[in-house]
């Protein structure tokens, strides 16, 4: 009988990826020859030590830099074509949700409408915006929090906060790199609750990278990196 799994095309697709960075007269080969895939659903964490590249994988997947050599495609969009032909800026708006070390919300602005920002940018009303996201924010138990500016809550609540923003849109793939690093451990374990509920719950595709065992813990796969190569 088929095997159904391997009939399901992976979201994303890494051949070959190589990265090399160059300081006045040094070059640094930071990847050498990274080879891996993704299907949609999964949770995937990439672990290793510091300086092996995990950082540099995660740019290149979100499109904030290009591989030297190989490819990267992601649901159907093979990244450096995109970026040659200039649709990269939809593929970031539309396909990807970032979570970061720090959150970077806009202080400007109150919390619902921080998590508002990508569905608006997208082209959806102000209300229905509002909706989706007053709604996710509830579902994190963030509810009492919509209108406070990022001022006015706590570091584990703003990074809560951007887990929302990076979900709302509802891309096919989530990247987070070492979310929970300034996090407390009461928060680190709050925050990896809730990404594991939305995780499950909506079917997302996150590849989180990270230092912090309890976090790799709950991905459903783990990469290890060393010296620019999945081992
Ligand atoms: N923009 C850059 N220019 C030059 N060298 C860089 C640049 N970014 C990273 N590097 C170098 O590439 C190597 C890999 O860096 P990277 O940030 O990907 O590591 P990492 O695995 O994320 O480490 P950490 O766990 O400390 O975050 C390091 O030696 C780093 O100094
Ligand atoms: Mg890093």
Do not use: W
Request: aromatic share 6%.
């Amino acid at each position: 009988m088929e095997n159904l799994a391997q009939s399901v095309p992976p979201i994303l697709t890494v051949e070959d990826v190589h990265k090399t960075y160059r300081d006045g007269e040094t070059f640094a080969e930071v990847l050498k020859g990274i080879s891996f895939s993704v299907s949609a659903g999964e949770f995937v964490a990439i672990q290793g030590p510091s300086g092996a590249g995990k950082s540099t994988l995660l740019n290149l997947l979100g499109a904030l830099d290009r591989p030297d050599q190989g490819k990267i495609t992601i649901g159907g969009v093979e990244l450096t074509s995109a970026i040659k032909n200039k649709t990269i800026e939809l593929f970031r708006r539309d396909k990807i949700g970032f979570i970061f070390q720090n959150h970077y919300l806009m202080q400007e602005f109150t919390v619902v409408e921080n998590v508002m920002l990508p569905l608006r940018v997208q082209g959806e009303t102000y209300s229905a915006a509002k909706e989706k996201a007053a709604s996710l924010l509830e579902r994190i138990g963030l509810g009492h929090r919509l209108e406070h500016f990022p001022s006015q809550i706590s570091g584990g609540e703003s990074q809560r906060v951007a887990v929302a923003r990076a979900v709302v849109k509802n891309p096919p793939l989530i990247l987070a790199d070492e979310p929970t690093g300034n996090l407390d451990s009461d928060n680190r374990a709050r925050f990896i609750e809730i990404l594991n509920k939305l995780q499950a719950e909506d079917k997302l595709t996150v590849i989180v990278v990270t230092h912090e065992a309890e976090l790799a813990m709950a991905a459903s796969r783990r990469l290890l990196m060393r010296d620019g190569m999945i081992e």
